[in-house]
T-cell receptor, first 121, second 114 residues
Framework: GAVVSQHPSWVICKSGTSVKIECRSL??????MFWYRQFPKQSLMLMAT?????????EQGVEKDKFLINHASLTLSTLTVTSAHPEDSSFYIC?????????????????FGAGTRLSVL | AQSVTQPDIHITVSEGASLELRCNYS??????LFWYVQSPGQGLQLLLK??????LVQGIKGFEAEFKRSQSSFNLRKPSVHWSDAAEYFC????????????FGGGTRVLVKP
C-alpha cells in the first residue's frame, strides 16, 4: 500500500514552455501533498504544501506564479513550471500524507513519488 | 524553527561491516523523526520512524535507530551492510500534527566497498 505515482519521470522541454508534473496517490486519499526540489547531490528543499480544495502554501523564496500548484482532488496534485528556463532544471519530487490510516498505510507519514527530472534546453 | 544536521556527508563502509549514520535535530518539543533512503534518480523510501514509545525503533532492510532525547539525536544503524545499501540517506524531523511538513538533513551518501 501507500503508492505515490509521479508522472512523467523525465521531461525535456524548450526554454519558455510550460511543463506539468502530476502526483497521484494510488491507494489512499491525501488531503495534503508536498512538492520538493532537489539539486544534484543536495537535500530536498520544500517548495510548497498543496491542500485539496484550497490554495497551496509556498515556502519563502518560491515564486507562486512560476510554480503553479493545483490539488483538485484527494488523489491528485499537479505542479506546472511556467515559462521554464534552464535554471529550473532540477529533480522535482512530490509526497502525499494519507488522510486516514489503514492496514498498510500510516497517517503522519509522507509517502514519496519517484521524482521527475526536468531538463530545460 | 526545526532543523536537522547530518554531520557526515560521505561514509564508506566495507560489505558486511556495521554502519552508523548520525542525525541531530533541533526542535522545541518531541518531534516526529524519520529516516528515508534514496537510490540514484529515485524518490525516497521510508526506512523507519519514531513517534513515541520505545526509543529503539526497528525498520525495514535490517535498519534500526535510537532516539536519544538528551542528545537530540536519532542515529541510524545496521549491523551488517550489503552492497545494495549504497544510497543516500536522509534524516527528517516533523511536527506532531498530521500532514505537517518535514525538515530534511543534508543527507549522507553511503558507499559500500566489496
Amino acid at each position: 500500500g501507500a503508492v505515490v505515482s509521479q508522472h512523467p519521470s523525465w521531461v525535456i522541454c524548450k526554454s519558455g514552455t510550460s511543463v506539468k508534473i502530476e502526483c497521484r496517490s494510488l491507494d489512499f486519499q491525501a488531503t495534503t501533498m508536498f512538492w520538493y526540489r532537489q539539486f544534484p547531490k543536495q537535500s530536498l528543499m520544500l517548495m510548497a504544501t498543496s491542500n485539496e480544495g484550497s490554495k497551496a502554501t509556498y515556502e519563502q523564496g518560491v515564486e507562486k506564479d512560476k510554480f503553479l500548484i493545483n490539488h483538485a482532488s484527494l488523489t491528485l496534485s499537479t505542479l506546472t513550471v511556467t515559462s521554464a528556463h534552464p535554471e529550473d532544471s532540477s529533480f522535482y519530487i512530490c509526497s502525499a500524507t494519507p488522510t486516514s490510516g489503514g492496514l498498510f498505510i500510516a497517517k503522519n507519514i509522507q509517502y514519496f513519488g519517484a521524482g521527475t527530472r526536468l531538463s530545460v534546453l | 524553527a526545526q532543523s536537522v544536521t547530518q554531520p557526515d556527508i560521505h561514509i564508506t563502509v566495507s560489505e558486511g561491516a556495521s554502519l552508523e549514520l548520525r542525525c541531530n535535530y533541533s526542535y522545541g518539543a518531541t518531534p516526529y523523526l524519520f529516516w528515508y533512503v534514496q537510490s540514484p534518480g529515485q524518490g525516497l523510501q521510508l526506512l523507519l520512524k519514531y513517534f513515541s514509545g520505545d526509543t529503539l525503533v526497528q525498520g525495514i532492510k535490517g535498519f534500526e535507530a535510537e532516539f536519544k532525547r538528551s542528545q537530540s539525536s536519532f542515529n541510524l544503524r545496521k549491523p551488517s551492510v550489503h552492497w545494495s545499501d549504497a544510497a543516500e540517506y536522509f534524516c527528517a524531523v516533523g511536527a506532531r500534527a498530521a500532514g505537517n511538513k518535514l525538515t530534511f538533513g543534508g543527507g549522507t551518501r553511503v558507499l559500500v566497498k566489496p
